[in-house]
Nanobody
Framework: QVQLVESGGGLVQPGGSLRLSCAAS????????MSWYRQTPGKERELVAIIFSIADSTNYSDSVKGRFTISRDNAKNTVYLQMNSLKPEDTAVYYCSVNHWARRYWGQGTQVTVSS
């Protein structure tokens, strides 16, 4: 079965950095598009970044472009989200996600709090 396990969240000061990891299993990771979403209370889940299997091409939301970098390690079945120049508005629960056989799967989420 598909499993996604995020790690790396925490409390960081504005301007700081964090790296999130998502360990995946239960599907062929190397051929899957992997994405990171985030959600704050009362708001819909927002797509932050996606990395495709072809040429590791990527897309980012405008709110994080130039500050966040998504990457993948197919040997480790892991996708990463490097977050730099963090802002208080980046505070959210971050979720790793994959669409597998027309069903979207989610990890349990990891809390990122940006505050002084």
């Amino acid at each position: 079965q598909v499993q996604l396990v995020e790690s790396g969240g925490g409390l960081v000061q504005p301007g700081g950095s964090l790296r999130l990891s998502c360990a995946a299993s239960g599907f062929t990771f190397s051929t899957a598009a992997m994405s990171w979403y985030r959600q704050t209370p009362g708001k819909e889940r927002e797509l932050v970044a996606i990395i495709f299997s072809i040429a590791d091409s990527t897309n980012y939301s405008d709110s994080v472009k130039g500050r966040f970098t998504i990457s993948r390690d197919n040997a480790k079945n892991t996708v990463y989200l490097q977050m730099n120049s963090l802002k208080p508005e980046d505070t959210a629960v971050y979720y790793c996600s994959v669409n597998h056989w027309a069903r979207r799967y989610w990890g349990q989420g990891t809390q990122v709090t940006v505050s002084s």
